[in-house]
T-cell receptor, first 117, second 113 residues
């Protein structure tokens, strides 16, 4: 079954404690993205990757890091989380850039709800 | 700045009734427009994809329309079911090498028995 998995699904942490959210896809997609979703704001892209070892900033990259050492994995790292990073996070993958190609779409993971106290 | 605005923000309908969601965009140049359905606690799932030349696309009880001249799209849900309760997100792709996406904030639909 084609899928994008994220772990953990729920996380409560404290300010400044480093954390990593993992993301893995089994569709051999080149393009992967991280989004955050906040009420009334819609999905906003944090970072994206076009292939192994190729990553770039999205619209809201401050406070986040990513790495792409393997094609299937794209972890999101918060080195020093702050309360304003409390949000719902989604990882997505696609075969064309962000699934924007006419015959393509993005496949989203189930989401990770992060609370930073 | 490319923007996608959806209305209403939320709506409640009775099971079996129809409803229509609106999406207005200022994205340019336009490549395609998608509607996603997001169930509570889950990631968005694509419902329809429409290019500039398409003005209607159906997926079961979901019908999307597109007017590229006025930059408006709508999603019509026919004979709503309880399982239609979800957030519906309009996403517009820019016609460029990187297919940059612009997301609407979504419309939350609640279907009541």
């Amino acid at each position: 079954e084609a899928q994008v998995t994220q772990n953990p699904r729920y996380l409560i942490t404290v300010t400044g404690k480093k954390l990593t959210v993992t993301c893995s896809q089994n569709m051999n997609h080149e393009y992967m993205s991280w989004y955050r979703q906040d009420p009334g704001l819609g999905l906003r892209q944090i970072y994206y990757s076009m292939n192994v070892e190729v990553t770039d900033k999205g619209d809201v990259p401050e406070g986040y890091k990513v790495s792409r050492k393997e094609k299937r994995n794209f972890p999101l790292i918060l080195e020093s989380p702050s309360p304003n990073q409390t949000s719902l996070y989604f990882c997505a993958s696609s075969s064309s850039p962000w699934g924007g190609g006419v015959k393509d779409t993005q496949y989203f993971g189930p989401g990770t709800r992060l609370t930073v106290l | 700045k490319n923007q996608v605005e959806q209305s209403p923000q939320s709506l409640i309908i009775l099971e079996g009734k129809n409803c229509t969601l609106q999406c207005n965009y200022t994205v340019s140049p336009f490549s395609n427009l998608r509607w996603y359905k997001q169930d509570t606690g889950r990631g968005p799932v694509s419902l329809t994809i429409m290019t500039f030349s398409e003005n209607t696309k159906s997926n079961g009880r979901y019908t999307a329309t597109l007017d590229a001249d006025t930059k408006q799209s709508s999603l019509h849900i026919t004979a709503s079911q309880l399982s239609d309760s979800a957030s519906y997100i309009c996403v517009v792709s820019v016609s460029s090498n990187d297919y940059k996406l612009s997301f609407g904030a979504g419309t939350t639909v609640t279907v009541r028995a």
